[in-house]
T-cell receptor, first 110, second 115 residues
Framework: GNSVTQMEGPVTLSEEAFLTINCTYT??????LFWYVQYPGEGLQLLLK?????DKGSNKGFEATYRKETTSFHLEKGSVQVSDSAVYFC?????????FGQGTRLTINP | ETGVTQSPTHLIKTRGQQVTLRCSSQ?????VSWYQQALGQGPQFIFQ???????GRGNFPPRFSGLQFPNYSSELNVNALELDDSALYLC??????????????FGPGTRLTVL
């Protein structure tokens, strides 16, 4: 069945550094792919999504490209801010549910 | 447009008790899913409701049960609470599941602590 593997954290960067969080998937067909973000003490917020191969999702300076050749959906941001400190989850659908990666905790130091 | 809301925000119970968590779906959404998120883990699917019927269930025992009401709001009930039930419970709503590209929108969660 559909599944995702996400790079393990935690990840610690300095402000304005470049960010990559790796996500690879196993899927039947070409399902939509999602990145969700969870700020401390909060629920999950949809960060971005892509619905087909070669689609690029983007939001708040974050980008991810749906790459079927490498079955990847890596999350990138060119210049991170302290306010980006959170846990990031890659996800895809399996039947009625979303299947999540284990999450990557990101800490940005000023 | 009103987003997904959940109540209560926090809850403390003791082992063996029963708890009811509530969720109001985003305006216009008719499908509600519930997830359990243990500390440091990703969310795990409990079940989904569509048009007041259970529409899929994860690997959770029968003491986890739910309801969906005509206004698409939902309840999660957990009987005979165990210590391992301590977690963040997330509700998510969506318009129609099964349509490719559909998206689930999450509420802020209810933090349940079982002592």
């Amino acid at each position: 069945g559909n599944s995702v593997t996400q790079m393990e954290g935690p990840v610690t960067l300095s402000e304005e550094a470049f960010l990559t969080i790796n996500c690879t998937y196993t899927a039947t067909g070409y399902p939509s792919l999602f990145w969700y973000v969870q700020y401390p003490g909060e629920g999950l917020q949809l960060l971005l999504k892509a619905t087909k191969a070669d689609d690029k999702g983007s939001n708040k300076g974050f980008e991810a490209t749906y790459r079927k050749e490498t079955t990847s959906f890596h999350l990138e941001k060119g210049s991170v801010q302290v306010s980006d400190s959170a846990v990031y989850f890659c996800a895809l659908p399996r039947a009625q549910k979303l299947v999540f990666g284990q999450g990557t905790r990101l800490t940005i130091n000023p | 447009e009103t987003g997904v809301t959940q109540s209560p925000t926090h809850l403390i119970k003791t082992r063996g008790q029963q708890v009811t968590l509530r969720c109001s779906s985003q305006s216009g959404h008719n499908t509600v899913s519930w997830y359990q998120q243990a500390l440091g883990q990703g969310p795990q699917f409990i079940f989904q409701y569509y048009r007041e019927e259970e529409n899929g269930r994860g690997n959770f025992p029968p003491r986890f049960s739910g309801l969906q009401f005509p206004n698409y709001s939902s309840e999660l009930n957990v009987n005979a609470l165990e210590l391992d039930d301590s977690a963040l419970y997330l509700c998510a709503s969506s318009l129609v599941w099964g349509v490719e590209g559909d998206t689930q929108y999450f509420g802020p969660g209810t933090r349940l602590t079982v002592l």
